[in-house]
């Protein structure tokens, strides 16, 4: 799985486009820019998921685990401590990384299978524990009463979320900035290496566990920041934020755009979530079947996903 091939020009001007299309959102699309922001969260959620399992290869299907709790811990942080912002995405970013350097010990160790099993068995069990304890969480309810304070204490949340898109949209183009730095370092060709074969990297010296559990590390880091900027943004934690059915449709997000590949996962937040939107008002009884038949016709076009349909169109067109 590798980057479309463009040639070094064209690749930052695409990426500049790409960019500016996304912020031009706020002047051309005014009366979206809720749906705008969780895109974007959903996003940079998705390329957490890319780092742990496109890159570094290892299976989870328990994501959301991270997700919520960088949710819940800005959430929480905002209601009772400081509503600054910036802390709360500082004190997300914190916990998720210690939980999942913490949890890469038992992911790392095990086969895929094994992976698997545990990363959906701690996203049930957080969950859980969320439902469990009404009086900090909201249990069902959900944790509501949070009010961020305005950011570098002059731009209010307001209604119409102008100043949730701005601060969204700066936070993950910086995100994304940093994420892509480090799966472009020698560190993330490490990883692609470790991807392709383990055996081999470890033939060669490569300390292939300490390397998965930092990716997976930043991988959990990433997804809690997702998780507090959708709470910031939206100022409410619902419980389903750890559930397993977020974690299933992140996934479906990432497969949808590309695994591996450096902005699969933004491209399949837009579409998939653009897509969701226009289905659920064209037909809000049976949109999921809609979804789902998008989503075969999109995996009959090919592997790779969106970006790979992508890269077999750029190569057509050089081969004219």
């Given at each position: 799985m590798h980057p479309i091939s463009l040639s070094p020009r064209r690749l930052p001007l695409a990426e500049?486009?790409?960019?500016?299309?996304?912020?031009?959102g706020y002047f051309l699309l005014p009366e979206h820019l809720t749906l705008?922001?969780?895109i974007l969260i959903m996003g940079l959620?998705?390329?957490?998921?890319?780092?742990a399992l496109g890159y570094a290869g290892i299976l989870t299907v328990g994501h959301a685990a991270f997700f919520g709790m960088g949710a819940y811990a800005a959430g929480l942080w905002a209601k009772h401590a400081w509503a600054e912002p910036f802390s709360g995405l500082l004190l997300a970013l914190l916990v998720c990384a210690a939980l999942g350097y913490l949890l890469s010990y038992?992911?790392?160790?095990?086969a895929d299978l094994?992976?698997?099993?545990?990363?959906i068995g701690v996203c049930m069990l957080l969950s859980e524990l969320a439902n469990r304890l009404v009086h900090i969480t909201g249990g069902t309810d959900g944790l509501q009463g949070i009010a961020m304070a305005p950011v570098f204490g002059l731009f209010e949340f307001d209604l119409y979320g102008k100043t949730g898109f701005v601060y969204t949209f700066a936070m993950v183009?910086?995100?994304?900035c940093v994420a892509r730095r480090i799966l472009r370092s020698p560190f993330g060709l490490a990883l692609r290496g470790i991807h392709d074969s383990s055996k081999r990297m470890q033939a060669i010296g490569s300390p292939v566990a300490a390397r998965l559990r930092m990716a997976y590390c930043f991988s959990a880091a990433i997804a809690g920041l997702a998780g507090a900027l959708m709470a910031q943004s939206t100022q409410f934690v619902g419980i389903e934020s750890?559930?397993?059915?977020?974690s299933a449709e992140i996934l479906i997000i990432l497969v949808l755009g590309g695994a591996g590949?450096?902005?699969g996962g933004l491209l399949g937040a837009i579409v998939y979530m653009v897509v969701h939107d226009w289905f659920a008002d064209l037909n809000p009884e049976y949109w999921m079947f809609w979804i789902g038949c998008f989503l075969i016709a999109v995996v009959m076009l090919g592997g790779g996903g969106l970006m790979g349909l992508l890269a077999r169109l750029v190569k057509v067109e050089k081969a004219r």
């Open positions: 500049a486009a790409f960019w500016l299309l996304l912020a031009s705008l922001s969780q959620f998705a390329v957490s998921l890319d780092m038992l992911v790392v160790r095990g094994t992976r698997l099993m545990i990363t183009l910086l995100v994304f750890l559930g397993i059915n977020r590949r450096l902005y």
